[in-house]
């Protein structure tokens, strides 16, 4: 295996988290709309779905950081400038306890994708 970065295992790290907590919010509003706890239940689903996929993607992202992965790289930086954006707004709602983990993890996330060692490691030398 490749010689990997710090700064790559904790952006590998950090965006299967990432990832991994939407698999399991997709999972709770799936099971909560079957038992029924849902007002619209085709947007539930969707809501659902969406969340599942999104996670399954993250944790794919996070396989090809860790892998050293060129391809890596571009989705998760566009996923965590979304995620900011969704933070902040998050915040600015009073959701403190959702909008500041998730603003700490984009952060994380973009600095040490970011990071000279990083870019190295899955760029080499453009």
Known sequence: MQNRPFTILVAAVVVAIEGLAA?????????ETLLGGAGDVMSSLVLAAFALAVGAGLVWVAWGILQLMRWSRGPAVVTQIFAGLLAVTLIQAGQLAWGVPLIVAA?????TLLAPPSTHA???DV
């Open 122 to 124: 899955l760029m080499g």
């Open 23 to 31: 698999v399991a919010i997709g999972g709770w509003v799936a099971y």
């Open 107 to 111: 952060v994380v996330i973009l600095v």
